[in-house]
């Protein structure tokens, strides 16, 4: 998985990708620090809450659902 990321102002905004740069859609992006979410829409892209400092982790839907954070 691939991401890159882009902020303006507490907005982050990026795109995820696989290794040959398809999007991903229906990735769990989430903030470590703050436990907001997001998810990539159909074309890999994403806007979440986020300062530079904090920590994201990217998730991808497995077959049973989303793993618990």
Same mark, same amino acid.
């Given at each position: 998985m691939c991401f890159s990321l882009q902020f303006f102002s507490q907005q982050l905004y990026g795109i @995820?990708?696989?290794e040959d740069q398809n #999007? =991903?859609?229906a990735v769990? @992006? !989430?903030?470590l620090q703050?436990?907001?979410k997001a998810y990539t829409d159909l074309n890999g892209q !994403?806007?979440?809450e986020?300062? #530079?400092?904090? *920590? =994201?982790? !990217?998730v991808r839907e497995g077959l049973? *659902? =989303?793993p618990r954070l």
């Open positions: @995820v990708t696989d #999007p =991903l859609p769990l @992006v !989430f903030n703050t436990e907001k !994403f806007t979440i986020a300062k #530079p400092s904090q *920590g =994201l982790r !990217f049973n *659902g =989303l």
